[in-house]
C-alpha cells in the first residue's frame, strides 16, 4: 500500500518542542498582564450556529468562513448551508456570549479570551488560516466611560514590556475626528470616507501623487485644495505628549464631530498619562483608520519602532453597540486583539525570539541500571522543590545523555555515579554555563533553585 505523504494544511502552524515552549510563554505573558489588570477569562465553542455567526450576509467575511458538517449531514441532499461554522474571530462570539448571558454578568463586563480562530485566508507566507487570538474587552450597560479606552493602553503596555521584544509605540487616533474632518473637506458619506482612507493608505506604496490624483479623480472629484488638506492631515504624528496635544490643538474647532473626537482624544491621553505609560510608547497617528464601519471613537495600533516591516501587533478600539444583532439593549465596549500565532512567526523571523530553552530544568543520569530507585528518588526529591526533572530510564553511554541533555535544551545534567552515592553528593554539569561542580545532595534543590531564580531575574 502507498504512503501517505506526511504534511499539514497550508495556513496551518505546527512548532517543534522548544519553539512551542517559547510560544506557550508568550502566551503566558500576554494571560498574566490581562489578569494583572482584572480581566476576567471566558471561553466560547469553535463552532458558532452559522446565523449566529453570519449575521451580515454575504461579504468577504463569509467567502473566508469555514462551516462545519457531519459525516451523516452529507447524506443529505439539499440541505443548504451547514447550520455550524467555525468562528473567524473571538467579537462576534463575545456578542453572542454577552447577549446571552447579559443577565447574570456584572457589568461593566471585563473579559479576555485566548483561543484558536479560523479563516479561510489566501494561502500566503506569514498568513494564517488557524491562528490563536489573544483578546481584552471591557462591556458597559447603556454607558461605558471613556477612562476604559486610557486603559487599553496601560494594558498594551504591560504586556509589550514583558514580552520584551524591543522599543514599541501606541499609536492612537479617533473616528469621530476623522468623520469630522473628512466632512470638513467634502467628504460626508460613511463609504466614501472608507474609500478615500483605502486611497491614502497607498500613500507608502504609491506616492503622494497618485493618491492625491486619486482623490481629485472621478471616484471623489475632491479640489487640488481639499485633496492636500487630506494629505497634510493624515501625516500629522506626534513626538511626545505635549506634541500630541498641540497638533490636537491646532486642527481648530471645526464642525461638532470633529471637535467632539478631539476632546476625546484629548481626554484619553492625559489619563494615559495617569495611567502610567511612559510618553515614549504612546502617540497620535491621524492615518489610523481600523474599519470605519465597526469603530466609533479612540482606536490604537502597536508597531515596533526598530521593525516596521512587521506592521501592527496589536489593535483595536471602541464601538458603541457589541451585541446589537443579538439584543436590543445597548453594550458600548473597547478592546483589542493580539494575533498571537501572527506575532510568534513574525518575531521569529525577525530574530526576536529565544527558543532554545525547555520547560525541563534538570537531566538525572543513568549510570547502572541496578541504582534507577536512587535516580528516581532524586527526581523525586528535585519535583517536590518545583524543578522540573526528567529521569533516563534506558541506559547509554554517559556522553550521548549529556548530548540528549543539550539537544533538548535542558540546562543541568545530574550524575550519580558509585563514589557519589558513598559521599551523599551529586555532580551537576551546568550545560547553559559549561561548568561542572560536586556538592552534597542536600543541598541540591537548593542551588539549583537559587540558579534558575537568578537567571529569570537577570537573563543572559
Known sequence: MALTAARIPPGTLELLPLEQIAFQRLLDTIRRNFERFGFLPIETPVMEFSDVLLTKQGGETERQVYFVQSTGALEKTGAGRPELALRFDLTVPLARYVAEHEHELNFPFRRYQIQRVYRGERAQ????????QCDIDVIGKDALS??????????????????????FTIWLNNRKLMRGFFESVGIADGEKQALALREVDKLDKRGADHVRAALMGD????????????????QIRSHDHADALAKLGALGAGNATLAEGVAELKQTLQEI???????????????????LDYYTGTVYETTLNEHPQIGSICSGGRYENLASNYTKSRLPGVGISIGATRLFWQLREAGLLDVASSTVQALVTQMEQAQLPVYLALAS??????????????????????????RAGIRFVLVLGP??????????????????????????????????????????
Request: charged residues 30%; hydrophobic residues 45%.
Open 146 to 167: 471613556i477612562r476604559y479606552d486610557a486603559e487599553i493602553p496601560a494594558v498594551i503596555y504591560s504586556v509589550f514590556r514583558d514580552l520584551a521584544i524591543g522599543p
Open 125 to 132: 507566507r506569514g498568513r494564517f488560516r488557524e491562528f490563536y
Open 381 to 406: 526529591e528535585l519535583r517536590a522543590a518545583g524543578i522540573a526533572t526528567e529521569v533516563v530510564l534506558d541506559g547509554s553511554k554517559l556522553g550521548k545523555q549529556f548530548k540528549y541533555a543539550d
Open 419 to 460: 563514589d557519589e552515592i558513598a559521599k551523599d553528593s551529586v555532580t551537576v554539569k551546568d550545560m547553559r554555563k559549561q561548568e561542572q561542580f560536586e556538592l552534597p545532595r542536600a543541598e541540591l534543590a537548593r542551588t539549583l533553585r537559587l540558579a534558575l531564580e537568578q537567571t529569570r531575574a537577570m537573563p543572559a
Open 219 to 234: 471616484g471623489f472629484g475632491l479640489s487640488a485644495e481639499a485633496a492636500a488638506r487630506i494629505l497634510d492631515f493624515v
Open 273 to 291: 498619562r495617569a495611567f502610567g505609560v511612559p510618553e515614549a510608547h504612546y502617540a497620535i497617528s491621524l492615518s489610523i483608520a481600523r474599519g
